[in-house]
């Protein structure tokens, strides 16, 4: 557990505007994770015991889900994968551990307890056979593998399980054209409805889909070929819409070189909202990304390869915007850059910040803090007190 | 819009490492033209009557060369004029004296992309020509159904006298085309097949060509028009502006846009070939590799002490690497404007406000097309404050 002033001076800061809280990022090639608050401050540091592999994120009970690599993965060549899922306090320490060597890319801490997880399977031959699209003759050593789902217990039992390749459609899930047949679809995001569905982002077949958790069929999909270029997060809007990350690689015509934000209506599958930047190709991240809905109606972006997170307005306008200061030599990206895999914004009165096990008897009397600006309404003073107990407690 | 703006002008420059000279800022989307000094002084400006649309070169006489455009007109029916994204096609050549008045011009509605002024005073241009039905029916490849109102277009070169006479001639139909060997990249619209990008004379008075959308750059020769050497298939992706080094070698930009890999990422390179061996030399490539890209345009220049200026042309990126990588220039352009087209052809996002450059040349301090020229930012007081080194210091 450390401070580290922030080195860099670039940060844009709407007070009014933006979503009060603090940002959580994932770096590619760290050991740490890193919370930053609205000015860019690093407030608070967990050290991994490995490089981190997959967007961590911060449980209501005060935790740090996080994903490292490990040695015994199978998989390293196919990108995103992460052999051991951690749960961490406050001070780093681990609470909770699951290993998989075939696990990849995003993990989901579900209301129950239980933790879905997502891993790659090796889809059976004759449904290879019939999967059209991709490189002719990629396939990895000969097998294609394609995404599962998997809900595990705290005690790591096998609850619940998706094969991909049980419920995905051949004639419809087609690998774009310049990619490997080595994996069907690449999923890299999902998240899960209070009603157990889990919305979800296949890279490879350009398209999002939501899967049904008592039939595990596809209720729903969007996207595809010239339409959507390699899906890299989603996140719900609420029941009637979806937004995701569109990053726009092996796109065609003028699409080629930027990114872009959609909002799709869930009934109409029309694009009801979209987002580009001026100028369109400032915008741009083929690998990496993360979106995440905040409560007061902004959209947290995390452009994930140049290291940039920034807010949006529903009018489109950024009112916070970032760039990650820490580098890290990222064997699996390039020798040392900033690459984000993932940031997500937590309010102040977030549970996981409010007060927590193990740092009441560490607080001591602080002098008066002048209160920030809050954007959101209803917060609890008592969290707020709370929190500034904790983070004068620690030096800052 | 993004609001943390990246510093622009030259951000770096290393004078012990850096090769001198004066580039050539040359804005995609707007009229003017710059000459500009290794910290950032803009020394001369042309305004030219319409937008340069791709690039424009100094000529050892002094004058500038450039290819216009215009917008496509609004007439579809006219099956002579090629509609396929049409970003690249011009409409001729013109050459305007140091104070930007017009001193010849070459009118050719099909004219695309670049050209190239020879030792013989005659210039060499690539136009966009249709492919017969007999041979468009074999072509393989392409997103299906997206020929050009039926038409698959590819491309041929005129070389021009300077009174406008056309001396020599070459078609990619007669001389290139191979239905069974040049299928297009699945990603592209089979109107436009092949996508002449660029063209050089060579020291030998062959002719260099690249064509984007089959990978593929190659000599020519000439006046046979017998293609002598092809290479890129498999190994670039792209790719734009092949020009021979002195060595014999062949620099080229490979945009690596569509590239045929898996790690999913989008990266371009620098790239240097030995057209002998057909085994790239020197290769540059950015860290992380990301961080460097650009979908569309762009070129590399190599210098005589062995750096290579490449210009990442859509984000208006301009930067010196020597052989080992280190960067000691780096440039970004900072006038942005919206192309005079865009509005009347909506696919053309990435130039509504952009910074675009198609290529940047640089010239050494004795170029002949500079002797004689006053060269001094004072005559550009007012843009290089605004503009010049002065505006973007700390």
Known sequence: MSITQNVSPDIHYNEVKAYNGYTLLTAAGAKDVYLVDTKGQAVHTWKMPAEVGAPGVLLPNGNLLCAVRTPEEMLTDLEGGVGKLLEVDWDGKVVWQYEDPYMHHHFYRLPNGNTMLLRWVPTPKDVVLKVSGGLPNTEREGAMWSDSLREISPAGEIVWEWLGYEHLNTEVDIVCPLCFRSEWTHANSFVVAPSGDILISFMKTNSIAIINKETGNIDWRWGGFLRLGHPHDVCWLDDESVTVLGCGGHMSGFEMGNSEVLRIDLKSSDIVWEYTEVPVLRFYTALKGSLQRLPNGNTLVCEGDTGRVFELTEGKEIVWEFVNPFYHPSPAYGKNNNILLGAYRYGSDYGGLKGNVGIAEKVKPVPEKKAQTRAEKGASPKGEEALKERLANLGY | ?394
């Not at chain 2, 050539?24 to 030219?48: A, E």
């Not at chain 2, 008045?101 to 249709?130: A, C, E, L």
């Not at chain 2, 069974?180 to 060509?209: A, K, Q, W």
């Open chain 2, 1 to 394: 819009m993004s609001i943390l703006w990246e510093k622009h002008g030259v951000r770096l420059y290393n004078p012990e490492k850096a090769c001198e000279g004066y580039t050539l800022v040359d804005p995609f989307t707007s009229r003017d033209v710059w000459l500009m000094d290794m910290k950032g002084n803009y020394v001369h400006r042309w305004v030219l009557p319409s937008s340069p649309r791709n690039h424009g070169v100094i000529l050892p006489n002094g004058h500038l060369l450039y290819a216009t455009a215009e917008p496509l007109p609004p007439d579809t029916s006219d099956l002579s004029v090629p509609r396929i994204g049409s970003w690249g096609i011009g409409m001729g050549l013109v050459e305007v004296d140091w104070e930007s008045n017009v001193v010849w011009k070459y009118v050719d509605k099909v004219q695309s992309h670049s050209f190239h002024r020879m030792k013989n005073g005659n210039t060499i241009f690539p136009r966009v020509i249709p492919v017969p039905d007999d041979m468009a029916r074999r072509l393989k490849g392409g997103i299906p159904k997206t020929e050009d109102r039926g038409i698959i277009w590819t491309d041929g070169l005129h070389e021009v006298t300077p009174d406008g006479k056309i001396a020599w001639e070459w078609s990619a139909v007669d001389h290139l085309l191979d239905p069974d060997y040049h299928t297009l990249c699945p990603l592209e619209p089979r109107g436009d097949f092949t996508h002449m990008n660029s063209v050089e004379e060579l020291p030998d008075g062959n002719i260099l060509v690249g064509f984007r959308n089959i990978d593929t750059i190659c000599i020519i020769e000439k006046p046979s028009g017998k293609v002598t050497w092809q290479w890129g298939r498999g190994e670039v992706s792209h790719q734009h502006y092949p020009n021979m080094l002195d060595n014999g070698n062949i620099l080229l930009f490979d945009n690596g846009v569509h590239r045929k890999n898996d790690s999913l990422i989008t990266y371009s390179r620098g790239v240097e070939v030995n057209p002998e061996t057909n085994k790239i030399e020197w290769e540059y490539v950015a860290d992380p590799p990301q961080s460097f890209y650009a979908a569309l345009i762009s070129g590399c220049q190599r210098f005589p002490n062995g750096n290579t200026l490449i210009c990442e042309g859509p984000r208006g990126r301009v930067f010196e690497v020597t052989k080992d990588g280190e960067k000691v220039w780096e440039y970004l352009n900072p006038f942005y404007a919206t192309h005079l087209s865009v509005g009347k052809q909506p696919s053309i996002l990435p130039w509504r406000h952009s910074n675009a450059l198609f290529r940047a040349y640089r010239y050494p301090p004795d170029f002949p097309g500079l002797k004689g020229k006053e060269l001094n930012p004072e005559k550009l007081e007012w843009v290089n404050r605004i503009y010049g080194p002065a505006a973007y210091k700390n």
